[in-house]
Structure formats: structure tokens, C-alpha cells
T-cell receptor, first 113, second 111 residues
Framework: ETGVTQTPRHLVMGMTNKKSLKCEQHLGHNAMYWYKQSAKKPLELMFVYSLEERVENNSVPSRFSPECPNSSHLFLHLHTLQPEDSALYLC????????????FGSGTQLSVL | RKEVEQDPGPFNVPEGATVAFNCTYSNSASQSFFWYRQDCRKEPKLLMSVYSSGNEDGRFTAQLNRASQYISLLIRDSKLSDSATYLCVVNSNQAGTALIFGKGTTLSVSS
């Protein structure tokens, strides 16, 4: 157990559905992240929150909407996704600072039909 | 040049072998470096940080060459349980808010 919990583990949704991914960290960390991992591609950073404020958004389409209500919780709201959005979505947290050591959740395997 | 580039895999080695992975990075201002391990269908987990002086953790040795912008990971006496994908990770800016991952190198250790 890394102290970062993600739900659901698997999600299948249609292109017109709206769903949310949830992440919770129990490590007392200050920063939380959403990463996307597609087959044969490196992990792609989507969003970074530090002390509940978004500090980085790597030009992610607006159909992905993050929410960070407090330093322990992070959501990724999904709507009108495309089949190419099917991937493993990983949440991570870190204490913060230059020496970032990321602790990942188990991920949500998302399939968009 | 890609931000973080790793050896193409897969590496197939017998138990007991020594294997080395290489990684190059493009941003000379990068401050911190890591190796992560990812098992099939699992999340990445930190294996070790990489320091300028080099560091060792049991059978694993990591080295950094800032002049050549090059990182390496050496695994001695490979075990079956070392089979995984090894990800080279580089911090891309001084604010420390963006770690860039390589595609990973897959290692398969066989008996």
C-alpha cells in the first residue's frame, strides 16, 4: 500500500457519459497529480495541484476537468470522452519541492466505447 | 531530441546476469533524477533516486553524468522478481512540478 487510493479500478463508459475518478492520499503530502498512461507511450502529466491550487495544466482537453477540494482529495471529472482517451489514469502525490518522489495510486483503467 | 530517452527493450537475461539500462535527458537544467519500477498492470513505484555521486542499494547501482546528460541503472545478480519495466524520470524544471517519464525499458529475467 502506497497510501494513495484510487477508485474505481476499472471503468467502461460511452462517449456521452459523465463519470468521475477519485483519488485520496493518506500521506500528508502537499501536491497531487493526474497522469495518463497509454500503451507504448510514456506517462503524460495532465494536472498538478500544490496546496489545492492548480499549478500546471499540460494543455489537456476540456473534456477532462480536475477538482481538488482539499490537499487529500483529487477528482478527475470526465465528459464526452473519445475512444482515444482509453488509458490507465494514475493519481500520485508528493511532499513537494525539487526532489519530487511520487507515490502512485493503483490507477483507473478506463475504456471509452 | 526527446526529453527523456531510454534504451529500447526488451532485455531478456538469465538469472544471475548483470544488466545495465541507459537514459539520456535533454534539459541541462534538470535537478533531480529517479528510477521507477512498474510491474505489468500495476502503478510505478520509486526504485531509487539518482545522485551526482552515484548511489547503490543492494544489487542496484545508479549513476548520473551531468556533462553527458546521462543516467544509468545497473542490476547485478538478476532475479526472476526483477522482471518489470524500468522508468527513467527527470525533473524538467527548477520548480519541481513536472517530472518527465521515459517510455521505460522492459526487463525479463528467466530461469
Amino acid at each position: 500500500e502506497t497510501g494513495v487510493t484510487q477508485t474505481p479500478r476499472h471503468l467502461v463508459m460511452g462517449m456521452t457519459n459523465k463519470k468521475s475518478l477519485k483519488c485520496e492520499q493518506h500521506l500528508g503530502h502537499n501536491a497531487m497529480y493526474w497522469y495518463k498512461q497509454s500503451a507504448k507511450k510514456p506517462l503524460e502529466l495532465m494536472f498538478v495541484y500544490s496546496l489545492e491550487e492548480r499549478v500546471e495544466n499540460n494543455s489537456v482537453p476540456s473534456r477532462f476537468s480536475p477538482e481538488c477540494p482539499n490537499s487529500s482529495h483529487l477528482f478527475l471529472h470526465l465528459h464526452t470522452l473519445q475512444p482515444e482517451d482509453s488509458a490507465l489514469y494514475l493519481c500520485a502525490s508528493s511532499q513537494g519541492g525539487v526532489d519530487e518522489k511520487l507515490f502512485f495510486g493503483s490507477g483507473t483503467q478506463l475504456s471509452v466505447l | 531530441r526527446k526529453e527523456v530517452e531510454q534504451d529500447p527493450g526488451p532485455f531478456n537475461v538469465p538469472e544471475g546476469a548483470t544488466v545495465a539500462f541507459n537514459c539520456t535527458y535533454s534539459n541541462s537544467a534538470s535537478q533531480s533524477f529517479f528510477w521507477y519500477r512498474q510491474d505489468c498492470r500495476k502503478e510505478p513505484k520509486l526504485l531509487m533516486s539518482v545522485y551526482s555521486s552515484g548511489n547503490e542499494d543492494g544489487r542496484f547501482t545508479a549513476q548520473l553524468n551531468r556533462a553527458s546528460q546521462y543516467i544509468s541503472l545497473l542490476i547485478r545478480d538478476s532475479k526472476l522478481s526483477d522482471s518489470a519495466t524500468y522508468l527513467c524520470v527527470v525533473n524538467s524544471n527548477q520548480a519541481g512540478t513536472a517530472l518527465i517519464f521515459g517510455k521505460g525499458t522492459t526487463l525479463s529475467v528467466s530461469s
